[in-house]
Antibody
Framework: EGQLVQSGSEVKKPGESLKISCEGSGYSFPNYWIVWVRQMPGKGLEWMGM????????RYSPSFQGQVIISADKSINTAYLQWSSLKASDSGMYYC?????????????WGQGTLVTVSS | EIVMTQSPATLSVSPGERATLSCRAS??????LAWYQQRPGQAPRLLIY???TRATGTPARFSGSGSGTEFTLTISSLQSEDVAVYYC??????????FGQGTKLEIK
């Protein structure tokens, strides 16, 4: 099944940019969708969007379209989630996960999460 | 966007007893429904997909049922390690595959 390892926690100020990463190993990284999921403190899971690294086909949730950028570099088996100008409301835990159901519809395994804190 | 509503918000069950968690979709998702378990301080883990198919490693005490808009996750005999928040997720409505708000399962 492989595994996903995410970059470490980040503390940023409002207005700063950020790019977090998710590195896959133990499977053919280009050929499986990678999804990004947000979990705000004490809250539930929010589906943000996903990428198919082999073609860089990207799908965004309407709630996150224009707010974040999803990308991938298949040569180093890594997917990214980035912000150009962070807001306090972007604080939360961000998970990446790999496609388990074909078409990127359900997800396993998951990364360990990256905690993003945005505070002045 | 399809809204997924889970009930109850919190469920307390005695060890060895049955736990029944519900998930309702605002419109039909056919059989495109998964369940995830998130233990405290951990990442989510896929338990069940396609309503009733257990993912690799999911114990047999977990089962799923339902169709259309009404779905159920049943734990036949609650173990201490089942304390977690459980989320349903629909993957019928592209491009936004929404999650429910979660049910917190506690030991009574």
């Amino acid at each position: 099944e492989g595994q996903l390892v995410q970059s470490g926690s980040e503390v940023k100020k409002p207005g700063e940019s950020l790019k977090i990463s998710c590195e896959g190993s133990g499977y053919s990284f280009p050929n499986y969708w990678i999804v990004w999921v947000r979990q705000m403190p004490g809250k539930g899971l929010e589906w943000m969007g996903m990428i198919y690294p082999a073609t860089s086909d990207i799908r965004y949730s309407p709630s996150f379209q224009g707010q974040v950028i999803i990308s991938a570099d298949k040569s180093i088996n890594t997917a990214y989630l980035q912000w150009s100008s962070l807001k306090a409301s972007d604080s939360g835990m961000y998970y990446c996960a790999r496609e388990y159901c074909s078409g990127g519809r359900c997800y396993s395994p998951w990364g360990q999460g990256t905690l993003v804190t945005v505070s002045s | 966007e399809i809204v997924m509503t889970q009930s109850p918000a919190t469920l307390s069950v005695s060890p060895g007893e049955r736990a029944t968690l519900s998930c309702r979709a605002s419109q039909s998702v056919n059989s495109d429904l998964a369940w995830y378990q998130q233990r405290p301080g951990q990442a989510p883990r896929l338990l069940i997909y396609a309503v009733s198919t257990r993912a690799t490693g999911t114990p047999a005490r977990f089962s799923g049922s339902g169709s259309g808009t009404e779905f159920t996750l049943t734990i036949s005999s609650l173990q201490s390690e089942d304390v977690a928040v459980y989320y349903c997720q629909q993957y019928n409505d592209r491009p936004s595959y929404t999650f429910g708000q979660g049910t917190k399962l506690e030991i009574k």
